[in-house]
């Protein structure tokens, strides 16, 4: 079902896709009764000058139809399938905000002191506590309780990877492992979480498996086979010994050049959003995490790592957050990957609007986010003393992947940028690292409950 929407004071699509359904096989001379639900955010427009979602005042036309390209202009009734249906229309008398948003993409406010404003307290550490993970997980010490026992090597830990991929402490071809990488955290009870390379199966040593490609998946239009498909993927990691699939992609088919577009599913933000949620929901079913990517607006492969993606606050709002969205409130997947490129002149993994803005405070996503494999070095504009490794936990993205900064180093190693600042002036808080801690023991819990 597409949504014709009226002229206003902004420009709109020639039509949007407002929702989809899936029948089954119907036979010849029978019929089926499909109701297609669509959120109205899905057609109003971002208003930059008010940072809102509006459906401006107007009349609004729903037109059944196969593809957006072939509907007519105007007509009173559109094909669908076998028979024609009349068009339907709801007619807004005046202008309705549907939501009003936090502003990014250069906000009037001075990012510094909205960061400052928000600091997490800092909580005590390197307490003498004797507490076992596997106690927290049975509900008989707090997780504050455990995270107070940590050391800040520990904490420091809880923020990165193991260092490498195919690291000795997970199945062997996995790309990456977090938690329990420093013996010390071990012996608290702190598990090892084992990452793999996704979307299309599981990319390890020995096994692999092969399913459908995303963008073969949403060409598919049903939520509830990708769902199941994704299922059995779910089995297939605990069978292999695997906790997150690096999956789904997520990102917008903008250009046909992207030499990854196979992974991801669509050029239009709400098929890929409920696609992305039924994988998500598929894999964690089963009880282990999926990790959507890459979070946001990479459009291309070639020279991924430096390219910026320069773009204005609606395109960002309407077309590649709006996939992400769906899919974090529809899908609730543990772990979110962020993206090699930069957003308007800053780092996806270093951008506090991205991770914090948006996908906590607006979105309410509570869960980890880690970045995708290595990323660039930069220091703060906001905060001279921060760079590198602090600079992305102040900006909220939790741990660093694979766990170095250099892909030449074959062993764990910190470089030592996370705590370089702390407790200087304007530095990094010990609070800021134990957020991000927990966010990773949070993430090892939901699993472990899941088991």
Same mark, same amino acid.
């Given at each position: 079902? +597409?949504?014709?929407?009226?002229?206003?004071?902004?420009? @709109?699509?020639?039509?949007?896709?407002?929702? #989809?359904?899936?029948?089954?096989?119907?036979?010849?001379?029978?019929?089926?009764?499909?109701?297609?639900?669509?959120?109205? @955010?899905?057609?109003?427009?971002?208003?930059?000058?008010?940072?809102?979602?509006?459906?401006?005042?107007?009349?609004?036309?729903?037109?059944?139809?196969?593809?957006?390209?072939?509907?007519?202009?105007?007509? =009173?009734?559109?094909?669908?399938?076998?028979?024609?249906?009349?068009?339907?229309?709801?007619?807004?008398?005046?202008?309705?905000?549907?939501?009003?948003?936090?502003?990014?993409?250069?906000?009037?406010?001075?990012?510094?002191?909205? /960061?400052?404003?928000?600091?997490?307290?800092?909580?005590?550490?390197?307490?003498?506590?004797?507490?076992?993970?596997?106690?927290?997980?049975?509900?008989?010490?707090?997780?504050?309780?455990? /995270?107070? $026992?940590?050391?800040?090597?520990?904490?420091?830990?809880?923020?990165?990877? *193991?260092?490498?991929?195919?690291?000795?402490?997970?199945?062997?071809?996995?790309?990456?492992?977090?938690?329990?990488?420093?013996?010390?955290?071990?012996?608290?009870?702190?598990?090892?979480?084992?990452?793999?390379?996704?979307?299309?199966?599981?990319?390890?040593?020995? !096994?692999?498996?092969?399913?459908?490609?995303?963008?073969?998946?949403?060409?598919?239009?049903?939520?509830?086979?990708?769902?199941?498909?994704?299922?059995? /993927?779910?089995?297939?990691?605990?069978?292999?010994?695997?906790?997150? $699939?690096?999956?789904? %992609?997520?990102?917008? *088919?903008?250009?046909? &050049?992207?030499?990854?577009?196979?992974?991801?599913?669509?050029?239009?933000?709400?098929?890929?959003?409920?696609?992305?949620?039924?994988?998500?929901?598929?894999?964690?079913?089963?009880?282990?995490?999926?990790?959507?990517?890459?979070?946001?607006?990479?459009? $291309?492969?070639?020279?991924?790592?430096?390219?910026?993606?320069?773009?204005?606050?609606?395109?960002?709002?309407?077309? +590649?957050?709006?996939?992400?969205? /769906?899919?974090?409130?529809?899908?609730?997947?543990?772990?979110?990957?962020?993206? #090699?490129?930069?957003?308007?002149?800053?780092?996806?993994? #270093?951008? !506090?609007?991205?991770?914090?803005?948006?996908?906590?405070?607006?979105?309410? !996503?509570?869960?980890?986010?880690?970045? =995708?494999?290595?990323?660039?070095?930069? @220091?703060?504009?906001?905060? @001279?003393?921060?760079?590198?490794?602090? #600079?992305?936990?102040?900006?909220?993205?939790?741990?660093?992947?694979? %766990?170095?900064?250099?892909?030449?180093?074959?062993?764990?190693?910190?470089?030592?940028?996370?705590?370089?600042?702390?407790?200087?002036?304007?530095?990094?808080?010990?609070?800021?690292? $134990?957020?991000?801690?927990?966010?990773?023991?949070?993430?090892?819990?939901? &699993?472990?409950?899941?088991?």
């Amino acid at each position: 079902m +597409y949504c014709r929407q009226p002229d206003g004071k902004i420009a @709109k699509p020639v039509r949007v896709l407002a929702g #989809y359904a899936k029948t089954g096989v119907i036979d010849p001379g029978k019929t089926e009764t499909v109701i297609i639900r669509f959120g109205l @955010k899905y057609i109003a427009s971002f208003d930059e000058s008010t940072h809102s979602f509006v459906v401006e005042k107007g009349q609004y036309f729903f037109e059944l139809q196969s593809d957006s390209l072939s509907a007519p202009d105007g007509g =009173d009734t559109v094909k669908a399938g076998f028979a024609f249906v009349p068009a339907g229309s709801v007619n807004f008398s005046e202008d309705i905000t549907v939501e009003r948003c936090l502003p990014v993409c250069g906000s009037s406010e001075s990012l510094k002191k909205r /960061i400052e404003d928000t600091l997490p307290e800092t909580a005590p550490y390197g307490l003498d506590k004797n507490i076992k993970f596997d106690d927290v997980a049975a509900g008989s010490a707090s997780l504050d309780d455990f /995270i107070s $026992q940590l050391s800040l090597e520990e904490l420091e830990a809880l923020t990165r990877g *193991h260092g490498m991929m195919d690291s000795e402490l997970g199945t062997p071809g996995n790309a990456g492992v977090i938690g329990g990488i420093l013996p010390s955290l071990r012996e608290k009870g702190v598990p090892v979480i084992t990452c793999a390379d996704g979307p299309a199966g599981l990319r390890l040593k020995k !096994y692999c498996t092969l399913m459908p490609c995303g963008t073969a998946i949403a060409a598919s239009w049903n939520e509830a086979a990708a769902e199941t498909l994704h299922a059995l /993927i779910g089995k297939e990691m605990e069978k292999l010994g695997v906790d997150m $699939q690096l999956s789904p %992609g997520m990102n917008i *088919h903008r250009n046909p &050049l992207c030499g990854r577009n196979f992974e991801y599913f669509s050029e239009d933000p709400v098929l890929s959003g409920k696609t992305g949620a039924a994988v998500i929901r598929g894999v964690q079913s089963a009880g282990r995490s999926s990790c959507p990517k890459h979070f946001a607006c990479n459009n $291309q492969e070639k020279r991924r790592n430096t390219n910026d993606s320069r773009l204005s606050e609606r395109a960002l709002r309407e077309i +590649y957050l709006r996939n992400f969205e /769906i899919a974090v409130k529809e899908g609730r997947p543990l772990a979110i990957m962020t993206s #090699y490129n930069k957003v308007n002149g800053v780092w996806a993994h #270093y951008s !506090y609007d991205l991770a914090t803005t948006v996908l906590r405070r607006e979105w309410k !996503y509570p869960g980890l986010v880690i970045t =995708d494999w290595w990323m660039r070095r930069s @220091k703060s504009p906001e905060f @001279k003393l921060i760079r590198d490794n602090a #600079y992305r936990v102040r900006a909220g993205i939790d741990v660093l992947m694979p %766990g170095n900064m250099s892909r030449v180093c074959r062993r764990y190693r910190s470089d030592g940028s996370l705590l370089k600042s702390l407790g200087k002036p304007a530095g990094i808080t010990a609070g800021e690292i $134990q957020l991000s801690a927990r966010r990773v023991l949070e993430t090892a819990l939901a &699993l472990k409950k899941q088991e």
